[in-house]
């Protein structure tokens, strides 16, 4: 009963070729994220999906696409990956966007460890 | 710039001991701030989350302050357990019309035997 879950957990893939990561949640949230860490064990924020709608792309190279089939689902593909791209990518829900004064907790899924060789 | 700092960067106590650890952000406009924990190799999990108007919130031997003057959190944790062992994240999400996530770098936590 994995409340959000990622697939693969570790990818390792040469330089220049295309790949995909899964999210799933099962928690009837509304929104999605997608956060990369860095080697320095620096969370930094991707993307967000609500309802399968896009509200945050904080200046991510268009290598990286993301795609929302239904809101229990976003997935990351990424193009012509680099060695930059070496990182934890951490998928994570939450009920809603949220709003000033609430909680509206999110939830981590496992992460998936990319290296680019 | 928003930025959320903490300190100390790692930590090492025994087992059993109490630790405090520190948060200090200059993100604006200010909705809530959280503390996760992330043991190696897994997302990270929220502690505690407190709004501008909470200023301490506990879960377990985990207790949290936040004092929004000052714009200064700490997590405390009292007799600690080798499963304490982990990273701290100190998070506060600004309020943009929708919550975005402001990380620190984290606390690294040993708790040695």
């Known amino acids: 009963d994995t409340a959000v879950s990622q697939t693969p957990k570790y990818l390792v893939t040469q330089m220049g070729n295309d790949k995909s990561i899964k999210c799933e949640q099962n928690?009837?949230?509304?929104?999605m994220y997608w956060y990369k860490q860095d080697s320095k064990k620096f969370l930094k924020i991707m993307f967000s999906?609500?309802?399968?709608?896009?509200?945050i792309n904080e200046t991510v190279p268009n290598r990286f696409s993301p795609k929302s089939p239904d809101k229990a689902h976003l997935n990351l593909h990424i193009n012509s990956l680099e060695l930059g791209d070496s990182a934890v990518y951490f998928c994570?829900?939450?009920?809603?966007?949220?709003?000033?004064?609430?909680?509206?907790?999110?939830?981590f899924g496992p992460g998936t460890r990319l290296t680019v060789l | 710039k928003n930025q959320v700092e903490q300190s100390p960067q790692s930590l090492i106590i025994l087992e059993g001991k109490n630790c405090t650890l520190q948060?200090?952000?200059?993100?604006?406009?200010?909705?809530?701030l959280r503390w996760y924990k992330q043991d190696t190799g897994r997302g990270p999990v929220s502690l505690t989350i407190?709004?501008?108007?909470?200023n301490t919130k506990s879960n377990g031997r985990y207790t949290a302050t936040l004092d929004a003057d000052t714009k200064q959190s700490s997590l405390h944790i009292t007799a600690s357990q080798l499963s304490d062992s982990a990273s701290y994240i100190c998070?506060?999400?600004?309020?943009?019309?929708?919550?975005?996530?402001?990380f620190g770098t984290g606390t690294r936590l040993l708790v040695s035997p």
């Open positions: 998070v506060v999400s600004m309020n943009t019309g929708f919550q975005k996530l402001v």
């Open positions: 928690l009837g949230h509304d929104t």
């Open positions: 407190m709004t501008f108007s909470e």
């Open positions: 994570a829900s939450s009920q809603n966007l949220g709003t000033s004064g609430t909680h509206n907790e999110q939830f």
């Open positions: 999906y609500n309802n399968k709608e896009l509200i």
């Open positions: 948060c200090n952000y200059t993100v604006s406009p200010f909705s809530n």
